[in-house]
């Protein structure tokens, strides 16, 4: 089993910064793509930034410019700096990750349980 554990949520001020970490755990042989999502009230999950095994990134639109995404391979886990918070960045944020595990053959979607952040304005 693996589990993907997010810290670093909390109430910002706009204009203001934080630094997200999502840490995986488990049974982990290699994880390729990691990623950051997030869901505002009554809005449907959308993908923030992801970053592949070997660092591509890609951001959505609304977010270029402010944040970043970077990943640690060898300790399992992915970063998201924001910048320049927005009240509209207001969201849960959860983190994915497509893990191998060993003697598997196939790779599996594993999703952290959200971390909340919240801008005020």
């Known amino acids: 089993q693996v589990q993907l554990v997010e810290s670093g949520g909390g109430l910002v001020q706009a204009g203001g910064s934080l630094r997200l970490s999502c840490a995986a755990s488990?049974?982990?042989?290699?994880?390729?793509?990691m990623g950051w999502y997030r869901q505002a009230p009554g809005k449907q999950r959308e993908l923030v930034a992801a970053i592949t095994s070997g660092g591509s990134t890609n951001y959505a639109d609304s977010v270029k410019g402010r944040f970043t995404i970077s990943r640690d391979n060898a300790k399992n886990t992915v970063y998201l700096q924001i910048d320049s918070l927005k009240p509209e960045d207001t969201a849960v944020y959860y983190c994915n990750a497509d893990v191998w595990t060993p003697g598997s053959h196939y790779v599996v979607n594993y999703w952290g349980q959200g971390t909340q952040v919240t801008v005020s304005s």
């Open positions: 488990g049974s982990i042989f290699s994880i390729n793509a």
